[in-house]
């Protein structure tokens, strides 16, 4: 695994538009919520900061650029080369998804931590590592699945906008309105959860329904898991 991954890292780098997609425009992003952020109190604007730089960070680096990655690398015959070795289909997944999903790890935390220096800190700062955690396995999954109906990587920058607006518009509503009405709409919607989750986190609160919380943002993630498995493809997509 581990040198599939060295490798992989090494030919992000050399790739601009896998590149862009992974370290440049989540970073640009990020960037201009931290200084074009909501305006209100400042609890309320680092929350809602917060939940739409992670989410969209996360989305952008991890989601769309792994369903690149991979349809990129079965096109090309790696996946069915490397699974002629002797390394485990796992160990191959995780190879060539780790470097993405360190590098985001490590965006998410500069800008978070920028923010609440700017802003203000989180409340819950453990509960907001298991809310990013949940986020990138949650995107890893739906990248699987994603790459398992893309033909290319140019088809990818299609295949993934539907999902990919559908979790920022579901965590834009959560966030900006609340769960006060239609609470498990909102929560067991994609994107809901996690934006309750990071809400929270920030804010601070009542974590007496915390499970609530987490179990909605947890079946996501294993639903992504296993639609990766049902629809994930090694061979070339005609």
């Given at each position: 695994m581990i040198p599939i991954a060295l490798s992989e890292l090494k030919m992000l780098v050399r790739n601009r538009l896998v590149l862009a997609c992974a370290v440049f425009i989540p970073l640009a992003f990020g960037a201009f919520l931290l200084f074009n952020?909501?305006?209100?109190?400042?609890?309320?604007?680092?929350?809602?900061?917060?939940?739409?730089?992670i989410t969209m960070m996360i989305a952008l680096g991890v989601y769309v650029t792994c369903t690149t990655t991979l349809a990129?690398?079965?096109?090309?015959?790696?996946?069915?080369?490397?699974?002629?070795?002797?390394?485990?289909?796992?160990?191959?997944?995780?190879?060539?998804?780790?470097p993405v999903v360190v590098v985001s790890v490590i965006q998410v935390a500069l800008v978070t931590t920028v923010l609440s220096f700017t802003a203000t800190a989180p409340e819950n700062a453990p509960l907001l590592i298991v809310a990013i955690l949940l986020t990138e396995v949650m995107f890893v999954g739906f990248a699987l699945a994603t790459a398992g109906v893309t033909n290319s990587p140019e088809h990818a920058q299609v295949t993934t906008l539907p999902l990919f607006f559908v979790v920022i518009g579901v965590a834009i509503w959560v966030i900006f309105t609340g769960t006060a009405d239609l609470t498990?709409?909102?929560?067991?919607?994609?994107?809901?959860?996690?934006?309750?989750?990071?809400?929270?986190?920030?804010?601070?609160?009542?974590?007496?329904?915390?499970?609530?919380?987490?179990?909605?943002?947890?079946?996501?993630?294993?639903?992504?898991?296993?639609?990766?498995?049902?629809?994930?493809?090694?061979?070339?997509?005609?």
């Open positions: 952020g909501p305006g209100g109190a400042a609890s309320s604007a680092g929350a809602v900061t917060a939940t739409l730089q990129a690398r079965r096109q090309t015959l790696m996946l069915k080369r490397l699974r002629s070795g002797a390394t485990s289909d796992l160990g191959i997944i995780a190879g060539l998804v780790l498990w709409v909102k929560r067991l919607l994609p994107g809901g959860g996690i934006a309750e989750l990071i809400g929270v986190s920030w804010n601070g609160g009542d974590l007496s329904n915390l499970l609530a919380l987490i179990l909605p943002s947890v079946l996501w993630a294993g639903l992504a898991l296993y639609f990766a498995r049902r629809m994930f493809k090694w061979e070339p997509r005609s």
